[in-house]
Nanobody, 126 residues
Framework: QVQLVESGGGSVQAGGSLRLSCAAS????????MGWFRQAPGKEREFVAS????????VYADYVKGRFTISRDNAKNTGYLQMNSLKPEDTAVYYC???????????????????WGQGTQVTVSS
């Protein structure tokens, strides 16, 4: 079992930055692929970015590519999502997730992840 707790959300103006953290506890975090997803009101949860257990395989959704950076520090059992050049359409609850696979195939799908955090709100105003 892996427990995940997100932090770092908040309210910013368009063009601003936020850094989300995902603290993991329980089973060895370093053996799990990790992803970030988001869900806006009335919309389905959507993929943002993923990183495999070594950090050597990273995937971004097209709508965040070039603006967001995913990373992880296995020594600290923590994952990160650096979000720059934020837009109002980035407003959502952001969730981190851990997969049972170290390098999940097709990591953009929700069903690839077995453990989820409670989410942190990100609000971007224009």
């Amino acid at each position: 079992q892996v427990q995940l707790v997100e932090s770092g959300g908040g309210s910013v103006q368009a063009g601003g930055s936020l850094r989300l953290s995902c603290a993991a506890s329980g089973r060895t975090f370093s053996s799990h692929g990790m992803g970030w997803f988001r869900q806006a009101p009335g919309k389905e949860r959507e993929f943002v970015a993923s990183i495999n257990w070594t950090g050597g395989s990273i995937v971004y959704a097209d709508y965040v590519k070039g603006r967001f950076t995913i990373s992880r520090d296995n020594a600290k059992n923590t994952g990160y999502l650096q979000m720059n050049s934020l837009k109002p359409e980035d407003t959502a609850v952001y969730y981190c997730a851990a997969s049972r696979w170290p390098t999940p195939e097709s990591p953009q799908f929700v069903y690839k992840y077995n453990y989820w955090g409670q989410g942190t709100q990100v609000t971007v105003s224009s």
